[in-house]
């Protein structure tokens, strides 16, 4: 049924009790417009401050994962860095040691580096303190009586000038093969007397 002043005097209500209705029904529409304008600028401004709050959420998110890449990458590089310094110390420390070894190879007389070499465990071989290597020379000594051939072979000591090596057992009895100790200089009779005492006493009894 709609609502209007026909409606009203048809309903029995004089003019002024329609104006009244009207007009209080007028009042209370208005109210019911101003809440609900009310009501509609609240939405408006709430929505327009989750609006605001998502930008400003989305926009922090991005700059948390703007920061977290860049804080990322600058770990990485840093990570990066000390490896490459690891692995270049390693690296120098590696071939430092291998030059040590090889010159105490060749110290050593060996005939091939690097036959030599491979019999060696590198891992038991290091820097001491006092930049000297540790855990060459057993190895060394025992590689060089197991595999002597790797190995120039020990020259034996030569005989001095002037000094006669008398052999072993008994001198012969014939004059002409024991020294002759007139014919000597003091300092080849000295010599002679001190590498073979039994000799030398002989040749002097002989004369």
């Given amino acids: 049924m709609a609502f209007d002043t026909k409606t ?8 002024e009790q329609v104006k009244g209705v009207m007009k ?8 019911v417009k101003a809440q609900l304008n009310d009501v509609v600028a609240e939405r408006d401004g709430l929505n327009g401050q989750v609006s605001e709050f998502t930008k400003q959420l989305e926009e922090a998110k991005k700059a948390a994962e703007k920061d977290s890449e860049a804080a990322n ?4 590089l840093q990570q990066q860095l000390k490896d490459s310094q690891k692995q270049a110390a390693d690296s120098l420390a ?6 040590e070894v090889d010159s105490a190879l060749l110290k050593a007389g060996a ?5 030599a070499k491979a019999l060696i465990d590198m891992d038991k071989v290091s820097f001491g303190d006092d930049g000297k290597l540790i855990g060459l020379n057993d190895q060394l000594e025992s590689i060089k009586n197991d595999n002597s051939f790797l190995f120039k072979a020990t020259e034996p000591e030569q005989t001095k000038p002037g000094v006669k090596i008398t052999p072993p057992g008994n001198p012969s009895n014939s004059n002409n093969d024991k020294p002759n100790l007139s014919s000597m200089s003091y300092k080849e009779r000295v010599e002679f007397k001190h590498n073979d005492p039994e000799g030398y006493e ?6």
């Fill in 111 to 115: 005939l091939n580096n690097k036959a």
């Fill in 73 to 76: 990458q600058v770990e990485q």
């Fill in 24 to 31: 209080a029904h007028g009042e209370d529409v208005n109210a």
């Fill in 8 to 15: 009203l005097t048809e309903l029995g209500l004089t003019d």
């Fill in 94 to 99: 590696k071939t430092k040691l291998g030059y």
């Fill in 202 to 207: 002989q040749a002097v009894q002989a004369e």
